[in-house]
Each structure stands twice: as structure tokens, then as C-alpha cells.
């Protein structure tokens, strides 16, 4: 099996029901289908049973949050790449899968675009970089309804559960900047995710549990430095001065001040 796409879900029939339908209408249906529900005490567990012979596999039962649930569907998964379409968010049109499927084409991380929804209004299209790195990985994440990931990446090590909000993003910032996994971007829209979700809500928790994961692989004055260099690419200036100093004009200037310096340092050293 090439894909599996899981759906975690609690108390939320009604977006459970969109997500169903988005994957159901695809004109391509050679993946699993994996429910994950928290112990839901609304209609969710009657639009699973009313949807069971679209779905592969499922659950109903009560989880230590929104990472567990996703855990839980990781290991009911045979696929080789995972998707997590969380109810409330859809699948962009009927023919996204038939498109994608041919690009699972060996990297560990597979991701196109998010188009933003909030009240049932269209917002922003955020379209995601092809170059992810540290610098990328301080101020945003990929997201999650837009990124295909291999199930080997889990083999070791599942989403944390100790994180309420950003366990994705810590794995993302992980397995990208400190393992060097393969990725490739695709140019296209995955996905529209809804923005009355826990990660959109708590932005103070979000910001706390970040730092927390920063402090956790870069200790110290290294995460000091990092933060001081993200300001410091944030000044108005910052931009102006890294195109001047790519001149060949500006290089030429400045290579005999340098020298210079460093030569005057070496005077005041002795």
C-alpha cells in the first residue's frame, strides 16, 4: 500500500463529515483509510458507522490527546507514506490524490501548499518553501494536512506526547534540520485546513512548548545566538545589506579594511 491517510477526530461530527466526503469523492482510492475518534459524545461515531465501508480501519476510545490519537493511527497504518487529514479539514478538490501519488517518489517528506480556512471563508493560500532549514524552522512549520511522510521516519520515534501543540512541528524540525531526511515540495494545493483548530487557539502554549523544544536540542548560548540572529534578519536593513554586500564592488572594498583589522588585531595582541 502506497498511502495511508489517518483522521484523528472528538466532538467534531459535523468536520469529521466534510473530511469523509473530500476523501471519498477522490477519483483516485488505491489508499487505506484510518479513523482514530477520542471517545466522541456527539454524532462522530454515527458518521463513522455510516461511512465504515470507505473506511479501512477505526477506532473509537478514549486518548491522552491530540498526539496519542495520531500515534495510534501511525501504528494501525500499513502505508508507505502517512497524511493526517484531521476532521474539519479537506482534501482541495477531488483530483489532488491522482495528481500526488505519482510524486511519492522516494524522499522522506513529500509536502505541497494549505489554502486557510476560517468560518467557512477562504483566507490565505500559504505556500510552503522548497529550501527548509533552521532559519525556516525557528518562525514556521510545515503543515500536517499537506505533507506526506514516509512511515519508516517512525520506526524509532512517534509524535511526543509530552507536547499539546507543537509535536509536529518539533518532529518536522527534527527529522529536517538534525537528520538531514530527504524532502521535495510540490507546487500545488493539498489541502484546506481549518483554522478554528487547538494549534490556531493557543498561541501562548504554542510559543511556550517551542522554546521549550528549542532549549531541548540547542542548550544555552547556542539558542541564545539563533534567537539573536533571528532578530537581527528581521531588520529593515538586513535584506539591503546582504544584497550589497553579494556585489562584487562591495567585496572588492572591503577585503583590504579587513585585512586591515586584522592586521591592526594581531598589532594589539602581541
Known sequence: MKLSIITINYNNAIGLKKTIESIVEQTYHEFEYIVIDGGSNDDSKKVILENQNNISDWCSEKDAGIYNAMNKGILKATGEYLLFLNSGDYLHDTTVLEEIVTTLSGEDIIYGDLLYIENGVKKDTCVYPSVLDLDYFLEYSLGHPASFIKKSLFQNSLYSETLKIVSDWEFFLKKIVLESVSYKHIDRVIADFDMGGISSQSIDLCNEEREWVMHKYFPGMLYDTLQSAAKMRKQPLYKLFCEISATHRFQYRI????????????????
Do not use: H
Not at 259 to 268: T, Y
Open 255 to 270: 577585503k583590504p579594511i579587513i585585512n586591515f583589522l586584522f592586521r591592526l588585531n594581531q598589532c594589539f595582541s602581541k
